[in-house]
């Protein structure tokens, strides 16, 4: 049981041809991109869903009528809303605003082979208001943050989609006297060469995001 009502939600876009994982369509194609992101999503949301949230929600980029498209995908227990906001930094202040019943948990959708049980461990031991949950990614970004508190200042001024995300959301948090702990490192699947590196994970840990295994299988 955890100690704080704790709200995930989850950023994702619609898997739109085209409109998402335009880096690996360069080597698949639109149309299998859009296929693998797909798989990811769904997965992704399993994951979560398996963890004690008290509400789950489907955080959608309106672009390609993202909140239409993701009602249509999102699996039973997850509501959806749309982002809002001119950037990143925008999107989840206000996320983590507007979900407030709480603590809130962010994530993204990039990160299907994610190990969660360092996340499921902290939101059993999660009772200090002031600890941030940060999960790192090997290019410098995170996969998610969770905060017990309303601190719109843990989004601002970060030089997003750069390698320096989490060192300076680290030391904003220090700036605002927030613990960090820090969850189990993973990477987001982006890029062409992250592929290779999620089809060794998934043939280790299948149970992990089966839909997204049974699609690397296929590329």
């Not at 509501?79 to 962010?106: E, F, K, P, T, W």
């Not at 990160?111 to 600890?131: G, H, N, T, V, Y």
């Not at 290019?139 to 998610?144: A, F, I, M, N, R």
């Not at 992990?208 to 690397?216: I, L, Q």
Request: hydrophobic letters at 40%.
């Amino acid at each position: 049981m955890t100690s704080l009502d704790v709200v995930v939600g989850v950023m994702a876009r619609a898997p739109i041809a085209g409109a998402c994982k335009t880096r690996l369509s360069r080597v698949l194609g639109a149309e299998r991109a859009a296929e693998l992101y797909n798989a990811m999503l769904l997965d992704t949301l399993d994951a979560y869903s398996a963890l004690p949230f008290s509400q789950r929600v489907l955080l959608a980029a309106p672009e390609n009528d993202g909140v239409s498209a993701l009602a249509q995908l999102a699996p039973s227990g997850w509501s959806v809303q749309a982002q809002v906001g001119s950037d990143l930094g925008a999107r989840l202040a206000h996320a983590s605003s507007s979900l407030r019943d709480g603590a809130v948990v962010l994530a993204s959708s990039d990160s299907p082979a994610a190990p969660l049980e360092a996340l499921s461990s902290a939101l059993r031991e999660w009772d200090d208001p002031k600890r941030v949950l940060l999960g790192p990614c090997d290019d410098g970004g995170y996969y998610l943050i969770g905060l017990a508190i309303e601190q719109p200042r843990v989004f601002e001024g970060i030089p997003w989609s750069s390698p320096q995300v989490t060192a300076t959301t680290k030391n904003r948090c220090d700036e605002l006297g927030l613990e960090v702990l820090e969850l189990t490192q993973t990477y987001d699947v982006d890029e062409p060469a992250d592929l290779d590196r999620l089809r060794v994970d998934l043939m280790r840990h299948p149970s992990r995001a089966p839909r997204t295994a049974r699609m690397v299988k296929q590329l």
